[in-house]
């Protein structure tokens, strides 16, 4: 056909070709009559074929040119049910499918995706053509590569034995499709059965973009021996293919070494080493490698910039990040989406949010990845409620860019700050919007409906998990602890033990805390000793701090002292804490001020230190010198965090801090809790705790009603239902006295009161806490 075919057919054009067909199957159409069908219609060809042969009499001068013209038409738009209408009514009118159509009707099937229509046009092709006529093998090729894009290289194999004339095409077709799937095996055997003399480059490429791991670093090294056999290693395209499969193989020596043999500097395969330096870890050198294409003169382009961006965001170099920044603004690239996301990122890992939100705000047209990498980083740096308020707005904006990431922030974000009723809502969000992580975003719901106090539910969505990875194992395990159900964490891990699945180190300090809050020392000692011996998990300084904070917990404070001596590594800050906690409670004055001492020592600004050494004096009866204590403090100008409670009623969260009377309801709350009022314990000694701001050391019954935690609980008392358990946050750890007071209150209310501070949640009912005052 000539090119003047490839032209579309009007409204009126097609109407008048489909009139046409029409007369001719029902025999309606008389030429004797004198009526002449116009010479763009004809049905019939003019000339005389000159081929001798059956099929190219079919296919090539047949005659209709104009109806496979409007055949390629419909193939072109995509409309593969009206072309299959179309193919049988010329099959009716006696009118061959030329090969061009069929090509095109493949290629649409390939775009598409259809495989229905794809069996439909290939058995018609095969049907009209006998066995002695072989279809051109371009055909055929385009048949092969459409059941390639269609997923179904079964097929094409099938179709690539049958064929009797292969081309270097038909080879390069069947072998890169099992390349690009992963099948090395039937790739590489389909290689070594060419029986060609000389073989195409392209199939070398092929093989090589297929290696993507060291175990194929061989098999690569085989194949680069053939291309220097084959005469093709001096060409740079070839020398950049390899230089990719050697990094992507981890064989960066191999890489940089091509690299360097080449006559011009390509920034495809340096950029590609930068890549595997990046992965690998090695991020000066990907700097280097950076300066050397800078240096060189080469045209960088936005995916240069983007991976070198990502290994300053891994050192957190703010100095390099922000001179690749400035060259950035020089190229006139800060405002693509693909080098304005990772600066976004660059700077949220590096917590500079200001310069972070700047760089978002050039974007011209933020993505998802740009939109997660801002939310992310709100998140990362603590800032929950700019997260949680970016994350809404977006969603609520007619602009749809959400993605999985994003809902698995979320809800991590909302485990940080306990938010039940963002967390559920995300929750339903990201199901119906069909964007909940596999694994990640289920394992993130795991956490957030035990950190919110709902272990229920935390149960109900693990047992959900199809296949739970170690991450999921560990966010159920770790959830138990928080909650004081040991039991319930073992026995999990005894499950993923049965499930085949390894602990990691993360999955033993969720397994230590567990046994901490319980007072399991024998089932640490047990897991601490069989971590390395057993599991293949080297344990840490925070593993030997957690069993250094179970014996001082259960009192067992000369073990802790020793285990801080001899563990095989240097005492932290946390050791030294662990066990001067251990002593404040047990009232060892000499041990916890060597503990006090040598945590001042690590970190003389801790203010927990300095809380933990004024109860320690206090307990032991020595005032003067808590408070001195008191006194350093005030030198240094050490500000304790305000303790603050909240509730949430009716989706609206009511927050208290130490002697709060801005609320509404004041007055209500201060007369429950002088209705529900604590006498001191005969002998008692006044410990300081997170909700205490004065200087002064009096019996402070009245005002330890004042405390944020007892607010909190009043107000929950006289805002909900009797019937209904009542969930208190706090951002401290609880003290003994509000612990007693929660206890109290669900003895005389039975209520149930249910209160997560820093460290655990405490569930009491009847008068009892389900830590056993064990805390």
């Given at each position: 056909?000539?090119?003047?075919?490839?032209?579309?057919l009007?409204?009126?054009?097609?109407?008048?070709?489909?009139?046409?067909?029409?007369?001719?199957?029902?025999?309606?159409?008389?030429?004797?009559?004198?009526?002449?069908?116009?010479?763009?219609?004809?049905?019939?060809?003019?000339?005389t074929?000159?081929?001798?042969?059956?099929?190219?009499?079919?296919?090539?001068?047949?005659?209709?040119?104009?109806?496979?013209?409007?055949?390629?038409?419909?193939?072109?738009?995509?409309?593969?049910?009206?072309?299959?209408l179309?193919?049988?009514?010329?099959?009716?009118?006696?009118?061959?499918?030329?090969?061009?159509?069929?090509?095109?009707?493949?290629?649409?099937?390939?775009?598409?995706?259809?495989?229905?229509?794809?069996?439909?046009?290939?058995?018609?092709?095969?049907?009209?053509?006998?066995?002695?006529?072989?279809?051109?093998a371009?055909?055929?090729?385009?048949?092969?590569?459409?059941?390639?894009?269609?997923?179904?290289?079964?097929?094409?194999h099938?179709?690539?034995?049958?064929?009797s004339?292969?081309?270097?095409?038909?080879w390069?077709?069947?072998?890169?499709?099992?390349?690009?799937?992963?099948?090395?095996?039937?790739?590489?055997?389909?290689?070594?059965?060419?029986?060609?003399?000389?073989?195409?480059?392209?199939?070398?490429?092929?093989?090589?973009?297929?290696?993507?791991?060291?175990?194929?670093?061989?098999?690569?090294?085989?194949?680069?021996?053939?291309?220097?056999?084959?005469?093709?290693?001096?060409?740079?395209?070839?020398?950049?293919?390899?230089?990719?499969?050697?990094?992507?193989?981890?064989?960066?020596?191999?890489?940089?070494?091509?690299?360097?043999?080449?006559?011009?500097?390509?920034?495809?395969?340096?950029?590609?080493?930068?890549?595997?330096?990046?992965?690998?870890?090695?991020?000066?050198?990907?700097?280097?490698?950076?300066?050397?294409?800078?240096?060189?003169?080469?045209?960088?382009?936005?995916?240069?910039?983007?991976?070198?961006?990502?290994?300053?965001?891994?050192?957190?170099?703010?100095?390099?990040?922000?001179?690749?920044?400035?060259?950035?603004?020089?190229?006139?690239?800060?405002?693509?989406?693909?080098?304005?996301?990772?600066?976004?990122?660059?700077?949220?890992k590096?917590?500079?949010?200001?310069?972070?939100?700047k760089?978002?705000?050039?974007?011209?047209?933020?993505?998802?990845?740009?939109?997660?990498?801002?939310?992310?980083?709100?998140?990362?740096?603590?800032?929950?409620?700019?997260?949680?308020?970016?994350?809404?707005?977006?969603?609520?904006?007619?602009?749809?860019?959400?993605?999985?990431?994003?809902?698995?922030t979320?809800?991590?974000?909302?485990?940080?700050?306990?938010?039940?009723?963002?967390g559920?809502?995300?929750?339903?969000?990201?199901?119906?919007?069909?964007?909940?992580?596999?694994?990640?975003?289920?394992?993130?719901?795991?956490?957030?409906?035990?950190?919110?106090?709902?272990l229920?539910?935390?149960?109900?969505?693990?047992e959900?998990?199809?296949?739970?990875?170690?991450?999921?194992?560990?966010?159920?395990?770790?959830?138990?602890?928080?909650?004081?159900?040991?039991?319930?964490?073992?026995?999990?891990?005894?499950?993923?033990?049965?499930?085949?699945?390894?602990p990691?180190?993360?999955?033993?300090?969720?397994?230590?805390?567990?046994?901490?809050?319980?007072?399991?020392?024998?089932?640490?000692?047990?897991?601490?000793?069989a971590?390395?011996?057993?599991?293949?998990?080297?344990?840490?300084?925070?593993?030997?701090?957690?069993?250094?904070?179970?014996?001082?917990?259960a009192?067992?404070?000369?073990?802790?002292?020793?285990?801080?001596?001899?563990?095989?590594?240097?005492?932290?800050?946390?050791?030294?804490?662990?066990?001067?906690?251990?002593?404040?409670?047990?009232?060892?004055?000499?041990l916890?001020?060597?503990?006090?001492?040598?945590?001042?020592?690590?970190?003389?600004?801790?203010?927990?230190?300095?809380?933990?050494?004024?109860?320690?004096?206090?307990?032991?009866?020595?005032?003067?010198?808590?408070?001195?204590?008191?006194?350093?403090?005030?030198?240094?100008?050490?500000?304790?965090?305000?303790?603050?409670?909240?509730?949430?009623?009716?989706?609206?969260?009511?927050?208290?801090?130490?002697?709060?009377?801005?609320?509404?309801?004041?007055?209500?709350?201060?007369?429950?809790?002088?209705?529900?009022?604590?006498?001191?314990?005969?002998?008692?000694?006044?410990?300081?705790?997170?909700?205490?701001?004065?200087?002064?050391?009096?019996?402070?019954?009245?005002?330890?009603?004042?405390?944020?935690?007892r607010?909190?609980?009043?107000?929950?008392?006289?805002?909900t239902?009797?019937?209904?358990?009542?969930?208190?946050?706090?951002?401290?750890?609880?003290?003994k006295?509000?612990?007693?007071?929660?206890?109290?209150?669900?003895?005389?209310?039975?209520?149930?009161?249910?209160v997560?501070?820093?460290?655990?949640f405490?569930?009491?009912?009847?008068?009892?806490?389900?830590?056993?005052?064990?805390?």
């Amino acid at each position: 056909m000539t090119g003047s075919l490839s032209i579309s057919l009007n409204s009126s054009q097609v109407v008048m070709v489909s009139a046409s067909l029409n007369k001719l199957k029902t025999g309606s159409y008389n030429n004797s009559s004198g009526m002449m069908i116009p010479s763009w219609v004809s049905l019939k060809t003019k000339t005389t074929p000159s081929s001798s042969t059956a099929s190219t009499k079919l296919h090539n001068n047949g005659g209709g040119d104009l109806e496979n013209m409007h055949l390629v038409s419909l193939a072109k738009q995509g409309k593969l049910s009206e072309a299959n209408l179309f193919v049988h009514e010329m099959d009716q009118a006696g009118i061959a499918v030329s090969y061009r159509s069929y090509l095109s009707l493949f290629e649409s099937c390939a775009v598409s995706r259809s495989l229905f229509y794809a069996n439909l046009f290939h058995a018609h092709l095969s049907a009209k053509t006998d066995e002695n006529n072989n279809v051109p093998a371009f055909v055929f090729n385009c048949i092969l590569r459409m059941y390639c894009e269609c997923g179904r290289v079964f097929h094409a194999h099938n179709l690539f034995d049958q064929m009797s004339d292969k081309t270097f095409s038909s080879w390069d077709i069947i072998i890169s499709a099992y390349a690009q799937r992963g099948d090395l095996r039937n790739a590489l055997l389909l290689f070594s059965n060419m029986q060609f003399s000389g073989l195409h480059p392209q199939i070398y490429f092929s093989l090589f973009k297929s290696l993507s791991n060291t175990s194929c670093l061989e098999v690569g090294r085989q194949l680069h021996s053939h291309v220097l056999r084959a005469g093709y290693a001096d060409n740079d395209s070839m020398k950049t293919a390899i230089a990719n499969m050697y990094a992507k193989c981890g064989f960066l020596k191999g890489a940089k070494l091509l690299i360097d043999r080449m006559c011009q500097k390509n920034v495809v395969a340096m950029t590609g080493l930068m890549v595997a330096y990046v992965q690998g870890g090695n991020n000066y050198d990907a700097f280097r490698l950076f300066a050397t294409m800078v240096e060189s003169g080469a045209q960088l382009d936005e995916f240069v910039f983007s991976i070198t961006l990502k290994a300053c965001a891994q050192l957190e170099d703010m100095e390099m990040g922000q001179q690749i920044h400035a060259y950035i603004m020089k190229t006139g690239l800060e405002q693509e989406v693909s080098v304005g996301t990772p600066l976004v990122d660059f700077y949220a890992k590096c917590a500079s949010m200001e310069s972070c939100r700047k760089a978002f705000l050039r974007i011209i047209e933020p993505n998802d990845v740009s939109w997660h990498a801002l939310i992310s980083g709100y998140c990362q740096i603590g800032e929950f409620g700019e997260c949680i308020r970016t994350f809404t707005s977006l969603r609520r904006s007619n602009v749809v860019l959400l993605n999985s990431f994003m809902y698995t922030t979320i809800l991590q974000c909302c485990s940080a700050v306990a938010d039940f009723s963002l967390g559920t809502q995300a929750h339903g969000d990201a199901i119906k919007r069909g964007l909940v992580s596999y694994l990640h975003g289920e394992s993130a719901m795991v956490t957030m409906y035990a950190k919110c106090g709902r272990l229920d539910y935390a149960y109900q969505v693990f047992e959900s998990i199809v296949q739970p990875d170690v991450v999921a194992w560990t966010a159920i395990i770790a959830g138990c602890a928080c909650h004081g159900h040991a039991s319930e964490a073992l026995r999990f891990f005894r499950r993923m033990q049965a499930c085949g699945v390894g602990p990691n180190a993360v999955t033993f300090i969720a397994l230590l805390t567990a046994c901490s809050h319980s007072g399991l020392v024998r089932e640490a000692e047990q897991y601490l000793k069989a971590m390395s011996s057993t599991y293949g998990v080297e344990p840490t300084v925070d593993h030997y701090d957690c069993m250094i904070d179970i014996y001082a917990r259960a009192g067992l404070l000369d073990k802790a002292y020793q285990l801080i001596k001899t563990m095989p590594f240097q005492p932290d800050s946390m050791s030294w804490k662990c066990l001067l906690g251990g002593c404040s409670v047990h009232c060892n004055f000499e041990l916890g001020k060597i503990a006090a001492e040598e945590l001042l020592q690590l970190d003389p600004e801790d203010i927990a230190a300095y809380i933990l050494m004024f109860n320690l004096y206090v307990s032991s009866g020595k005032l003067k010198e808590a408070a001195d204590v008191r006194r350093r403090m005030a030198e240094r100008d050490l500000q304790k965090e305000v303790g603050c409670s909240w509730i949430t009623i009716k989706g609206q969260v009511h927050r208290f801090i130490v002697g709060d009377k801005y609320h509404p309801q004041t007055e209500a709350i201060y007369s429950k809790l002088n209705e529900l009022k604590v006498p001191r314990t005969k002998n008692e000694h006044v410990i300081l705790n997170e909700d205490d701001v004065g200087d002064k050391l009096p019996e402070r019954n009245e005002q330890l009603l004042d405390h944020s935690e007892r607010l909190a609980i009043a107000y929950g008392l006289i805002s909900t239902p009797i019937d209904t358990a009542i969930m208190i946050y706090k951002n401290l750890r609880a003290c003994k006295d509000c612990h007693d007071f929660a206890k109290h209150v669900s003895g005389i209310t039975g209520r149930e009161i249910v209160v997560r501070d820093s460290n655990r949640f405490h569930h009491f009912k009847s008068g009892e806490c389900s830590c056993g005052d064990y805390w």
